[in-house]
């Protein structure tokens, strides 16, 4: 039976942000921890929202277009999705910042890093027009709900 040293555990690396404007001075995992608790607080706020989105709908309206507006740049699928997994692709990207000492855009580094990433000529890839669907789809549908509710805000 082999005990594992308290040195080991005690010799780990811990990532640090340094650069980073925000999270300069963290350490990666505090950050990707913090970072889970307010996409989980979040997707239990959406929930709630939509479930009262009969009672209360501008309210609701308001409340699912503010937090897609902070998450739904990470994936559209946010409010479904494990916390944790949307909160480590965001650390990933934000450990690229940190590796690159630029602020560069999601959309940016997802093209790079993300599935299809780009192609020799410099265009884009089918996984980018995907995203682009995507985000009209999410458009079209945001639409549709507020059409919805001012159809029977009116009534």
């Known amino acids: 039976m082999s005990e594992q040293s308290p040195s080991s555990t005690r010799d780990r690396v811990v990532e640090r942000f340094e650069w980073h404007p925000e999270h ?18 979040d997707q239990r706020q959406y ?18 277009v503010t937090l897609e507006r902070r998450w739904g740049r990470y994936d559209f699928g946010w409010a479904e999705l494990d916390a944790g997994d949307i909160a480590s692709r965001i650390v990933e990207f934000e450990q690229e910042r940190e ?3 630029e602020m560069i855009s999601w959309s940016e580094y997802w093209n790079v890093h993300g599935s299809g990433g ?3 000529s ?12 995507k985000a009209i789809s999410l458009g079209l ?3 549709l709900i507020v059409l919805i509710l001012l159809a029977v805000w009116a009534l």
Request: proline share 0%; aromatic share 0%.
């Open 24 to 41: 300069a001075g963290r350490t990666v995992e505090d950050v990707r921890e913090e970072l889970e608790r307010e996409i989980a607080a």
């Open 47 to 64: 929930r709630i929202a939509m479930e009262g989105a009969e009672e209360a709908e501008q309210d609701a309206l308001a409340s699912v």
């Open 99 to 101: 590796r690159r000492r």
């Open 118 to 120: 780009m192609t020799d």
């Open 122 to 133: 410099g265009e884009s890839s089918s996984a980018e027009l995907s995203t682009g669907m």
């Open 141 to 143: 549908v945001v639409l």
